[in-house]
């Protein structure tokens, strides 16, 4: 299969896939595109979702069709690509307390690692903002070092805490909401996801880089006591 492919969406939007699974290279096909229909919007542009593999590019249809949308994109794909930004990078503490951590001790010994080698391999992690998805300031991050993926827990927890760290496979989610999931949960972070702020609602952008850096119980109590 020769990759991009365009797919029309309903009578408003074109999805562009640049793969079929999540690789650095993929993803940074995806952003790509994005960044050059910031920089050279057709008429009509209402709004663009990247995913790991794709692009989601919504339009006006009473402004815009199908047709002409693919052919601006393949426009765009054809030219040279301009420089890219830097991606910004955040730091996002963690506590791996095993009350917050309930799921490190079988994660170990899933991996055949100790709870400090997994603590040690989720740290040394280099992570990108890949997309947001399925919950408010859900922001999954790609890069969880491959002697700790695991496939998803076969039943899903309920009642999981806001800023869980959870993994499964190569992803990882600082969680907002406490929601159930049948991911694995190795950490607390007080660092707060969702900002608040109208205009820039959660802290990351997709593209975004992330590094965890572990506190100690004390220092996450204080944080905790220290947000509103």
């Given at each position: 299969?020769?990759?991009?492919?365009?797919?029309?969406?309903?009578?408003?939007?074109?999805?562009?896939?640049?793969?079929?699974?999540?690789?650095?290279?993929?993803?940074?096909?995806?952003?790509?595109?994005?960044?050059?229909?910031?920089d050279a919007p057709f008429p009509g542009l209402a709004e663009t979702i990247p995913a790991y593999v794709n692009l989601l590019v919504d339009f006006d249809p009473l402004v815009a069709d199908h047709a002409g949308?693919?052919?601006?994109?393949?426009?765009?794909?054809?030219?040279p690509e301009g420089p890219r930004?830097?991606?910004?990078?955040?730091?996002?503490?963690?506590?791996?307390?095993?009350?917050?951590?309930?799921?490190?001790?079988?994660?170990?010994?899933?991996?055949g690692l100790s709870v400090d080698a997994v603590i040690a391999a989720h740290l040394a992690g280099r992570y990108e903002v890949f997309l947001y998805g399925f919950a408010p300031g859900y922001a999954y991050l790609a890069g969880v070092p491959p002697e700790i993926r695991l496939d998803r827990k076969p039943e899903p927890v309920r009642g999981v805490p806001a800023g869980s760290v959870i993994i499964a496979g190569p992803q990882c989610i600082v969680t907002t909401l406490t929601m159930p999931t049948g991911w694995w949960i190795i950490g607390r972070s007080p660092t707060a996801i969702l900002t608040g702020d109208e205009t820039r609602p959660a802290l990351f952008d997709v593209g975004d880089r992330?590094?965890?850096?572990?506190?100690?119980?004390?220092a996450f109590d204080a944080a905790r006591r220290g947000q509103p």
């Open positions: 299969m020769r990759w991009p492919l365009f797919r029309p969406v309903a009578d408003h939007a074109v999805l562009v896939e640049f793969g079929d699974r999540i690789d650095p290279a993929t993803h940074a096909a995806v952003l790509r595109l994005d960044r050059a229909l910031a949308v693919i052919a601006h994109l393949k426009g765009l794909l054809s030219a930004p830097e991606p910004a990078e955040h730091e996002v503490a963690v506590c791996y307390d095993a009350d917050l951590a309930p799921d490190l001790p079988e994660v170990a010994a899933r991996t992330v590094r965890f850096r572990r506190i100690d119980r004390a």
